[in-house]
């Protein structure tokens, strides 16, 4: 809850009870008076934080770094751990607190008890982990992913414990497929030949497969009815 949006209802309640305490001594023109200020206090609460999330705009997809990578995944996900001290001492629920949602962060992929982990963090301080199974579930999948995330959300406040919702991108590299060498030569065998042919037909052959020429060379020898060179 944001420190406008607390003191409007803080406001709000205190003139509510003074209304109510008001009116049954007989002041009522005073008690409906704290009542319609509780009221428009509570109002412009309310208002404040619809225009608050109004303005809020859908976080970006990150865009890869380079054309040899892509986003495989987007997920959206709660941290977890966010109630626990970093190693410096500062609780990560402070953090949260002065956080407005707009900061940058980034995910660090490191190993914990033997299992994959990801923490995210805002600077160099540690907001929170993504959750285990996700982790060593991502990490299974993309193994040489890198991870990039965006704010969605800093939840909570006030009696409630602040959490970060955020959007999570994986990105993978782009792997291009084996091409043919330019100007090989392909070169036919079947499984019942110890030789390599020209072509698919020769020598009675069935179920011919074409291969390179510098693979066939490795492993058959050349046949002397269609091959002209060896």
């Not at 406040?157 to 955020?166: Q, S």
């Not at 497929?177 to 052959?205: F, L, N, W």
């Not at 497969?209 to 091959?227: D, M, N, R």
Request: charged share 25%; proline share 4%; aromatic share 6%.
């Amino acid at each position: 809850m944001g420190k406008r949006k607390m003191i409007f209802y803080g406001v709000a309640a205190l003139f509510a009870v003074s209304g109510v305490a008001a009116l049954p001594s007989g002041n009522i023109t005073g008690g409906v008076g704290c009542l319609v200020i509780a009221a428009v206090c509570a109002f412009a609460g309310a208002k404040g934080k619809a225009e608050q999330q109004a303005d809020k705009k859908p976080a970006p997809h990150v865009a890869p770094a380079s054309t040899n990578e892509r986003i495989a995944e987007t997920i959206r996900t709660k941290l977890v751990g966010v109630t626990y001290d970093n190693e410096d001492g500062e609780n990560r629920q402070d953090i949260l607190s002065s956080m407005t949602g707009s900061e940058e962060i980034e995910v660090e992929k490191y190993i914990f008890n033997g299992e994959p982990a990801a923490y995210v963090k805002c600077g160099n301080k540690v907001l929170g982990n993504l959750a285990a199974e996700l982790a060593k579930d991502l990490e299974g999948k993309y193994p040489d992913a890198r991870y990039t995330a965006e704010i969605l959300e800093i939840s909570g406040g006030g009696v409630h414990t602040f959490g970060c919702n955020i959007e999570l991108n994986i990105i993978v590299e782009e792997r291009k497929k084996a091409q043919q060498p330019a100007g090989e030569t392909i070169v036919y065998v079947d499984q019942s030949s110890k030789k390599y042919h020209s072509k698919p037909t020769c020598s009675g052959m069935k179920n011919a497969k074409g291969i390179p020429l510098s693979q066939a060379k490795k492993k058959y020898t050349a046949c002397k009815k269609c091959c002209k060179w060896g």
